[in-house]
């Protein structure tokens, strides 16, 4: 059974940052595509990131050279590393595996 959870959300100022994680189970992880996405109130889900087995990355253009996906395969777990933080990033933030196996999110808020 696949199980995805996210976690490091939280309440962080406008130009902080943030690290979340993703711990993966049920799945190969290692030969796995993963992807962070995140969606707002009354919005489609949008694609921020993705990261492919052998390690290459892709970004939406609105995060580029702010966010950095990455991957741990001994601990089956995805990261995405957000600097530079601006209230439009202000989401829930889910983690992707295959055609439709989702985490449960993370709420990331950025606010004075």
């Known amino acids: 059974q696949v199980h995805l959870v996210e976690s490091g959300g939280g309440l962080v100022q406008p130009g902080g940052s943030l690290r979340l994680s993703c711990a993966a189970s049920?799945?190969?992880?290692?030969?796995?595509?993963m992807a962070w996405y995140r969606q707002t109130p009354g919005k489609q889900r949008r694609l921020v990131a993705t990261i492919t087995s052998g390690g290459s990355t892709d970004y939406a253009d609105s995060v580029k050279g702010r966010f950095t996906i990455s991957r741990d395969n001994a601990k089956n777990t995805v990261y995405l590393q957000m600097n530079n933080l601006n209230p439009e990033d202000t989401a829930v933030y889910y983690c992707?595996?295959?055609?439709?196996?989702w985490g449960q999110g993370t709420q990331v808020t950025v606010s004075s």
């Open positions: 049920g799945i190969i992880f290692s030969i796995s595509t």
């Open positions: 992707k595996y295959g055609v439709n196996y």
